[in-house]
């Protein structure tokens, strides 16, 4: 055989081996992947088209099948948002559209669904296809409201459920805010609130806090089947700054109204505000002779102009009878309240009156009384305050304003009668550092 020839046998031989040794090796790797889904193989070129295909049939017993049952009920719970209407709670509840019409045609729920408020629960029990079993709404104080389907109409029934009033004592340290202190102490902060804004006359949270400041506070939180639902009023706190004790007692007199006191029975409430917006700048001071921004000439500014948006809150700064409210000259509207001891105070360039503001009617310190605006001779949005007495306008930067009225014999008898159980425990919680106590 020539040497040409017998070499490209040869090259085709070892071709051939290269090939067949890639095969094996291949398969070889494939056979931990594939060999658990078929438990044989076919090996390289083999002919399968001469092998006839066999259909193979076995019975394989099934487990009986479990029936969907129609009589199944599911539970949900929703709380009622902001925008909410009734019809859009309900729909989350995945309760029946058509059923949802039909609730709300009911006497009960439909007084509800005008009253509804953002944070209330709704728990519903309906069938699968969305039919109402019940639905039970919560209604703050009072016991919650089940509606249960009878027939193809509704009844309505009040829960049993108990209602109870429980007082709870807690304490904490400041180490970088009021508000964080708080928040570690487990203190809602509805009480927080009350808390900062009874001791604002003593002191200046945003000034005066130091770190390792404490505090103590005695509550009272609303409880239904043993689940608070509601937090109640400060009873009595004390607060230790820089070393020194304040405390407040909660005080209800004879006629209903309640106020906050020292232990010794002196009212903390000053018989004035200094100012009657919550948040402003002084823009004008009370001066003798000013040139008028509008008139061009100099005039006595009779007042102070604390500068704010329109639309502002402005508060009553004490109690009072609303003398006028209405148009006047360059005051643009204007309300006067009268308080007594011969004072009135001047609410000028108002953008309007709160509701039920007229003449006669009185007003208690604090209370939102007209909104800033710029009616009358104003250039800008803001309040123009007055202070006057026997008629006179007064400074209301540097005069000394009246106090309330100390507590009379009768009502001092009251008083500790009252107190004295907030005072002993102030001292508890203090002497103890207690965290928490229920």
Do not use: C
């Not at 009622?80 to 729920?109: P, Y």
């Not at 001066?287 to 921004?293: A, I």
């Amino acid at each position: 055989m020539p040497l040409t020839k017998l070499r490209i046998l040869t090259d085709r031989l070892t071709g051939a081996e290269r090939r067949f040794s890639l095969r094996t090796l291949v398969a070889l790797s494939s056979l931990p992947l594939f060999g658990v889904v078929a438990a044989f193989g076919l090996a390289p070129d083999t002919n399968t088209h001469d092998i006839t295909p066999e259909t193979v049939v076995e019975a394989i017993a099934l487990p009986a099948l479990v029936s969907a049952s129609n009589t199944g009920t599911f539970e949900r719970e929703g709380v009622i948002q902001s925008g909410d209407t009734l019809a859009n709670a309900l729909s989350r509840l995945k309760i029946d559209d058509l059923e949802i019409q039909r609730l709300l045609g009911t006497g009960a729920v439909r007084q509800l669904a005008s009253s509804i408020r953002v944070g209330r629960r709704i728990q519903a029990t309906t069938t699968q296809d969305g039919q109402l079993v019940t639905l039970q709404f919560e209604r703050g104080d009072a016991p919650a409201l089940t509606v249960r389907r009878q027939g193809d109409s509704y009844v309505t029934e009040e829960g049993s459920a108990l209602m109870e009033t429980r007082v709870v004592m807690r304490s904490g340290r400041i180490l970088s805010s009021l508000y964080g202190a708080t928040d570690s102490a487990g203190i809602p902060d509805k009480i927080a609130n009350q808390m900062a804004e009874t001791f604002s006359t003593s002191l200046d949270f945003r000034e005066d806090l130091r770190r390792g400041d404490t505090f103590s506070v005695i509550y009272t939180v609303d409880y239904r089947s043993g689940e608070p639902v509601a937090t109640g009023k400060l009873l009595a706190a004390e607060f230790i700054n820089a070393g020194k004790a304040y405390r407040v007692v909660l005080f209800r007199d004879a006629s209903g109204r309640e106020d906050y006191y020292t232990p010794e029975g002196e009212s903390l409430k000053k018989g004035f505000l200094r100012s009657p917006l919550e948040f402003s700048r002084i823009t004008s001071n009370f001066s003798k002779s000013r040139k008028h921004p509008l008139l061009g000439y100099a005039r006595a500014h009779t007042g102070v102009d604390f500068g704010a948006p329109t639309g502002t809150r402005v508060k009553a700064t004490g109690d009072a009878t609303v003398a006028f409210s209405g148009r006047k000259g360059g005051y643009g509207n204007l309300l006067i309240l009268r308080h007594p001891n011969g004072y009135e105070t001047y609410y000028a360039h108002l953008s309007a009156f709160a509701t039920g503001i007229r003449p006669g009617r009185p007003v208690s310190q604090g209370q939102v009384v007209a909104y800033v605006g710029t009616t009358g001779a104003s250039t800008g949005p803001h309040l123009h305050y007055e202070v006057r007495i026997a008629g006179r306008p007064q400074n209301p930067m540097t005069i000394k304003l009246p106090g309330s009225a100390p507590l009379n014999m009768a009502q001092r008898a009251r008083f500790q009668q009252q107190t004295a159980n907030w005072s002993d425990k102030l001292a508890l919680l203090r002497g103890t550092n207690l965290a928490a106590l229920d």
